[in-house]
């Protein structure tokens, strides 16, 4: 199957500091990509939708200025927490589809943030 | 709206006994995909099997089975077999529409931890 590499695995940050967080489809390009967001023992809600060279669409309730999403190219999205709290830290999971039968969504590796 | 309910928030199987994880789902789209992903204590997602709604036969891959029932719009999924390994969390979504439309987002059931001993 195809590959989303995402980066960093983990991190740790002050509160009040911005984190980024890349994902990259490694063998095709996804012109959408998803993030997620997982807290311990549930499920993921989806956080926003990434299209390549537009603004990213945001699901009720989740902060555009808090969670801002860039779509560059093809290949890359990124998602920032900006000035982050406590609250924020959490699983943030990316994943890229690409048209077909399937349309299985391919993750990354997921990201755990945790901010002190 | 639409959506996916997994009713086992655990399941703990004995080695090599097969397991069905339950998955029921709800939608008015006509055409929508059902996946099963597992994640492991270390957090990846990976993909396990996919039902398409228009498919004739229930899918099958390896040990894995789903036992698609529209009707009753559930879409269980059958582990054969079972190993240590497959101690996990496992997860049902569905995706409405079509692949073939572009990417659509996933809407993921609740998760269901399996627990497999020895």
């Known amino acids: 199957g195809a590959v989303v590499s995402q980066h960093p695995s983990w991190v740790i940050c002050k509160s009040g500091t911005s984190v980024k967080i890349e994902c990259r489809s490694l063998d095709f390009q996804a012109t959408t990509m998803f993030w997620y967001r997982q807290f311990p023992k549930q499920s993921l809600m989806l956080m926003a939708t990434?299209?390549?060279?537009?603004?990213?669409?945001?699901e009720q309730g989740v902060e555009k200025d808090k969670f801002l999403i860039n779509h560059a190219s093809l290949t890359l999205s990124t998602l920032t927490v900006t000035s982050a709290h406590p609250e924020d830290s959490s699983f943030y999971i990316c994943?890229?589809?690409?048209?077909?039968?399937?349309?299985?969504?391919?993750f990354g590796q997921g990201t755990r943030l945790t901010v002190v | 709206a639409q959506k996916i309910t997994q009713t086992q928030p655990g399941m703990f199987v004995q080695e090599k006994e097969a397991v069905t994880l339950d998955c029921t789902y709800d939608t008015s789209d006509p055409s929508y995909g059902l996946f099963w992903y597992k994640q492991p204590s270390s957090g990846e997602m990976i993909f396990l099997i996919y039902q398409g709604s228009y498919d004739q036969q229930n899918a099958t891959e390896g040990r894995y089975s789903l036992n698609f029932q529209k009707a009753r719009k559930s879409a269980n999924l059958v582990i054969s077999a079972s190993q240590l390994g497959d101690s996990a969390m496992y997860f049902c979504a569905m995706r409405e529409g079509s692949g073939f439309q572009g990417a659509q987002k996933l809407v993921f059931g609740q998760g269901t931890r399996l627990t497999i001993n020895p």
């Open positions: 990434s299209n390549e060279g537009s603004k990213a669409t945001y």
């Open positions: 994943s890229a589809s690409y048209r077909g039968r399937f349309s299985e969504a391919f």
